[in-house]
């Protein structure tokens, strides 16, 4: 079992965030612009500036991934948790941010996958990891889905009351329960404890790149559920 990631110095850390202050900015400024709300871009900044710092003592810089891209959805993230806490995020909007965040992670594994591979796919393999990859994605944005009915905002209707949407999110909701112990924890953490994957790492004793396959694992394992329990119906 893979264990936390070590720690940088606090001379790195300090210059990491000291070389990208430029980069909470620019972050802040698409965030303002998404939002559309006279939400002040100081807070912004200071909430992004957190999660800069966050990111620079938890880089790992023996991995090879640049700080700007590991820093990116730290900073971002801190941004919309604050707007979130301060209630200027919407249930439905910090699900799809949620979403997002988790399908971005999702994808991020599978690429690693495919980068390890040992030999290269034909077109037809291709293409069905496409499928499998779409299908995925999906398999996230329904989980965040039922995930966000957990959360109380009176200001928007239940997530369910789109028929359609509402029995696949309720489907994958039961299908959690049906997955392997660490697989089931993992979607429970990052789910529907509203979690990022570094902290559920921490809870589960795992480097955020172990819990990042974990989570791709489970996103596989439900979305064969999904696709199995239709079939059925």
């Known amino acids: ?3 936390a990631a070590p720690a940088v110095t606090s001379q790195l850390s300090a210059e990491l965030v000291q070389r990208h202050l430029e980069l909470v900015h620019v972050i802040a400024r698409k965030v303002k612009k998404t939002i559309g709300k006279s939400m002040d871009f100081d807070d912004l900044v200071g909430y992004g500036s957190k999660g800069l710092m966050e990111a620079a003592q938890r880089f790992d810089p023996t991995h090879s991934v640049a700080f700007s891209t590991f820093a990116y959805y730290r900073i971002r993230g801190a941004m919309f948790d604050g707007l979130r806490t301060m209630g200027w995020y919407s249930r439905s909007d910090y699900a799809r ?10 994808m991020r594994s599978h690429a690693d996958r495919q ?3 040992a030999t290269p796919e034909s077109p037809d393999a291709a293409l069905e990891a496409v499928a499998v990859l779409l299908s995925g994605i999906a398999t996230v944005h329904i989980t965040s889905l039922e995930a966000a009915a957990t959360v109380a905002d009176d200001r928007l209707p239940v997530p369910d009351a ?3 949407t509402g029995r696949l999110s309720s489907r994958a909701r039961e299908l959690v329960k049906t997955l392997p112990a660490r697989e089931r924890q993992l ?3 990052y789910y529907f404890a509203d979690k990022n994957l570094e902290q559920v790492g921490e809870v589960m004793g795992l480097s955020k790149s172990w819990a990042c396959r974990l989570h791709a694992r489970a996103i596989d394992l439900l979305r064969e559920a999904m696709g199995t329990d239709g079939a059925a119906d």
């Open 1 to 3: 079992m893979a264990g």
């Open 97 to 106: 941010y949620r979403a997002e965040e988790r399908a971005n992670e999702y």
């Open 115 to 117: 980068t390890t591979a």
């Open 162 to 164: 789109h028929i359609d």
């Open 187 to 189: 979607i429970e953490l």
